[in-house]
């Protein structure tokens, strides 16, 4: 997580900042329950600049929900209230 910002999305659950290509992640709720295994969502990046960008504009902002993975694990609760 970045040091300068608080996560607001409810969804996040940890990321992983390496260097190298396709090693920055942000690790997200499964965007469907019992999927089997022990699958995790994870968003993948080309550099960690690009995953801070990211989390600057989705997850740590107040409007995460437009995030497009965001959407998908919001459907999930539809009609679960």
């Not at 295994?37 to 929900?65: G, R, T, V």
Request: glycine share 4%; hydrophobic share 25%.
């Amino acid at each position: 997580m970045p040091h300068y910002k608080t996560i607001i999305c409810p969804f996040y659950q940890f990321c992983s900042k390496q260097k190298g290509q396709w090693k920055s992640s942000i690790t997200c709720e499964n965007i469907r329950d019992n999927m089997g295994f022990e699958l995790k969502n994870a968003i993948k990046f080309e550099s960690s600049q690009e995953m801070d960008e990211y989390m600057e504009m989705y997850c740590a902002n107040q409007d995460y929900q437009d995030c497009e993975y965001c959407k998908v694990i919001l459907r999930k609760y539809e009609g679960k209230k």
